[in-house]
């Protein structure tokens, strides 16, 4: 295909929800060769200009989110006038919300940065997932969640990309022939789930990682019938115990984590 094409992302803060959207909505199309243009914390005339100004260099797609509305407006009209396709990433959600809740809108740039009382939820549970990583720290009565499985079946960033989220997520390897550590089979307060891949592909990923540590000696450790033993032996124990499993062989870090939030809220009996 043609290209490239030229993004240009404009707003009145860090950009960050703006990059975000925009990525996830690139990653629809493949083969589309594009070019972003980051313009953050335009927060006047002459900041706005500047952008534009730009825009009129490397004409393409202009995304945007401006709350202060004489800015916003000046923007909208400026794309206008260059026949340049624009739009508001915020309006759609902020306008549907405005008339349900029916209350007006702050009108405050960045306000979802500020630091709250969720942002420090989210660095307390960043820091307690570091101290609880790969059954380094086997206190976990304090977790919400808790993963089990194999090695290298993406316990770890499963487990930063829920404590993100403001979760205390903890996780433990599952070693073949040896027992779960007896804690395990005591908590009922936190979610255990048990995470588990198709042994080629557990095979697969720990080759790669045995390589990149310069490693060539074969071991038990990527021995494809050692390695389907073990997926059974951890898929065995998830049954014994009633823990949720989920099947990771297919799944990314981010679709994994949204089950174990859907199941965590099950788990504490909140509504959906």
């Known amino acids: 295909m043609s290209g490239p094409f030229h993004v240009h992302l404009i707003s009145d803060a860090t950009g960050e929800t703006l990059h975000g959207v925009t990525r996830a909505a690139l990653a629809q199309f493949e083969g589309i060769s594009v070019q972003e243009h980051s313009h953050t914390l335009v927060r006047s005339e002459r900041q706005l200009q500047r952008a534009l100004d730009y825009v009129r260099e490397h004409k393409g797609l202009v995304l945007f989110t401006i709350v202060n509305q004489r800015l916003r407006n000046e923007l909208v009209a400026q794309c206008g006038l260059m026949a340049v396709p624009h739009f508001d990433v915020m309006e759609g959600p902020v306008g549907l919300m405005q008339s349900v809740f029916n209350a007006p809108k702050t009108q405050r740039p960045g306000g979802q940065h500020e630091i709250d009382q969720k942002y420090l939820q989210r660095m307390e549970a960043l820091n ?112 014994q115990q009633g823990w949720h499993s989920i099947d990771v062989t297919r799944r990314s870090i981010e679709e994994t984590a949204a089950t174990i939030m859907t199941l965590l809220t099950e788990h504490r009996g909140e509504p959906a």
């Open 128 to 239: 307690y997932t570091i101290e609880h990583d790969d059954g380094s720290n086997l206190d976990l009565g304090s977790a919400e969640v808790i993963l089990v499985g194999a090695s290298r079946t993406s316990k770890t960033p499963t487990c930063v990309y829920l404590a993100i989220r403001g979760i205390r997520a903890a996780n433990v390897p599952l070693v073949l022939g040896m027992p779960p550590p007896s804690q395990l089979l005591t908590f009922t307060t936190p979610l255990i789930v048990g995470l588990w891949a198709a042994p080629e592909r557990l095979v697969q990923i720990r080759r790669n990682r045995l390589q990149t540590m310069g490693e060539e000696r074969q071991t038990d450790y990527v021995d494809l019938e050692k390695v389907r033993s073990e997926v059974m032996a951890t898929r065995r124990l998830y049954e």
